[in-house]
């Protein structure tokens, strides 16, 4: 049976979903999203990727500031949807929203709950060191991300994959497990199990500080974090080439070496390699980059020290040690 469905989502993860609904032969009646931002140097006002989507589809959009205006629940009042979906939104959804559609409103999740709850889990799982992630489908409430459990789909986390891979494939699976769980819902048999009490935890936004290698760490602990971390907020450390000024030095990727030592906190060469020593090992600096120069792999970024007199080994020092005037 056909439902018609409320779209709500703003991100790249929420595409794949939206696509997956409009191919399914459901009527997205209105895709709701976030107000277009500026972006860049030049304060270019930009759509959302998936308000982008929805106008190549052809599908209505609306972007509302806030959704407390009464005229925003008379407006979807009005659509009388049987159901409303909502991928990373970026609003919350008051009890009246949420007794509206006929169906209730169904969330996609990206972990598998109630293990992450929040803004970041998939960042957070991978920071964790967790062996799988996933995606889950739930039945929205007002409290956050502790609704009901519809379907789960579970995949395991790649020992040298990135956030941005992992983000990926999540996005895909949720788009994979948004159909069953609304055919499931139309025909009564999917009712939902409630969340369990233990083992929920929360991924909090990520945030600047976040940036900066601890060497004192675990090898493996901060191997996790490079592939955490990038695009943003990044992972750096500040390097002093003897007497001169801290430098940032952006970390873009890395391998894990636990059983090659260093002088913890140093940047060194050995095998041709480009090491930085670790509380337990040493961590492999594949691709790199000054700040405000371009990025490098580890043989440009050695060259670039030979071309300028330059030679490792270099130390780090901890964010607390420099002084900005």
């Keep these: 049976m056909s439902l018609r469905v409320v779209f709500m989502g ?31 140097r030049g304060l270019e006002m ?26 925003e629940l008379a407006r979807i009042s009005a659509l009388k949807p049987d159901v409303i979906v909502v ?33 970041a889990p998939i960042h957070w799982a991978m920071l964790a060191g967790d062996a799988e992630s996933g995606v889950t489908t739930m039945k929205l409430v007002e409290e956050l991300d502790a609704g009901d459990i519809l379907l789960q789909a579970r995949t395991p986390i790649g020992p040298n994959e990135t956030v941005s891979e992992l983000h990926d494939r999540l996005a895909r699976m949720g788009a994979e497990l948004i ?4 055919a499931g819902l139309e025909s009564g048999e999917l009712r939902g199990t409630p969340q369990p009490v233990e083992g929920v935890n929360y991924a909090t936004k990520l945030s600047r500080e976040m940036e900066w290698l601890d060497p004192g760490q675990n090898v493996d602990v901060l191997a996790r974090r490079v592939r955490a971390l990038n695009p943003w907020p990044g992972t750096s450390v500040w390097v002093v080439e003897r007497d001169s000024a801290p430098v940032r030095l952006k970390v873009k990727s890395v391998v ?22 670790v509380a337990d090992g040493s961590l492999e600096l594949k691709r790199l980059q000054w700040d405000g120069k371009r990025e490098v792999d580890a043989a440009g970024f050695l060259n670039g020290l030979k071309g300028k007199g330059s030679s490792l080994p270099f130390q780090t020092v901890p964010p607390s040690a ?4």
């Design 322 to 325: 420099i002084i900005v005037e």
């Design 179 to 182: 159909l069953p769980t609304l």
């Design 46 to 71: 930009r759509p959302s990727p998936v308000k982008k989507r929805a106008l190549e589809l052809g599908l209505p959009v609306h972007t509302p500031e806030k959704l407390s205006p009464p005229e």
């Design 10 to 40: 703003t991100p790249e993860f929420a595409v794949p979903a939206l696509e997956a609904i409009q191919a399914s032969g459901h009527k997205i009646e209105l895709v709701y999203s976030q107000p277009d931002k500026p972006v860049g």
């Design 87 to 119: 991928v990373a939104y970026g609003k919350i959804l008051r009890k009246n929203w949420l007794e509206l559609p006929r169906l209730g409103c169904v969330n996609i999740h990206s972990s598998l709950l109630p293990r992450w709850r929040g803004a």
């Design 256 to 277: 894990p070496h636990p059983g090659l030592k260093g002088s913890v906190g140093c940047l060194f060469e050995r095998s041709g390699m480009l090491l930085l020593g």
